[in-house]
């Protein structure tokens, strides 16, 4: 891969984990739902998941096919840079153990640019994002807790 591509790539990456690293404190501890429980029995942390409401989920244990249906599309302003993410109303992707590909339905905003977060590796410590081909590793205490979801969009 050309260098400066490389560059630019881990700098968006960097931008992408700061946001991630900055859940709202604010956020009370509500009972989390089916969806939330079945993501951290596959080995992740709830907050992957926003605090919103779950309308619903599907998931093929075999093939590990899954759709979590939202109550709408949710974003999230992430302090204290104020990126933006955004779920869509509905997030597919395939789950195993530790391991979510194909993942459809959830972006970062940065470099004036909406990027796919394609991926989501969890070790228990670390968990690793990926966009396309690249990586980027942080702990996974920054996800304890469901982010609160904001601007729900009642047209959809
Ligand atoms: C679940 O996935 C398996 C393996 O891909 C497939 O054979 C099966 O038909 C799927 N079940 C449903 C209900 O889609």
Known sequence: ????????????LNLISKSFQNPNPKIPKSTP????IELA?????????????????????TSGDFTVKLGGA???TLPPDNYVATYSDTITGKIV???????????VRAFFKWWSITGIKSSGDDVV????????KYP???FDDSPACEGQHSAS
């Open 1 to 12: 891969m050309d260098q400066k591509i490389l560059i630019v790539f881990v700098l968006l």
């Open 41 to 61: 029995s596959y080995g992740f942390p709830i907050g992957l998941l926003p605090a919103t409401t779950v309308l619903g989920h599907a998931i093929n244990h």
């Open 74 to 76: 949710c974003k999230i």
């Open 33 to 36: 739902s089916p969806a939330h």
């Open 97 to 107: 153990k530790g391991k979510i590909a194909e993942l459809d339905g959830i972006r």
């Open 129 to 136: 994002f990926e966009v396309g081909m690249v990586t980027a």
């Open 140 to 142: 996974s205490k920054n």
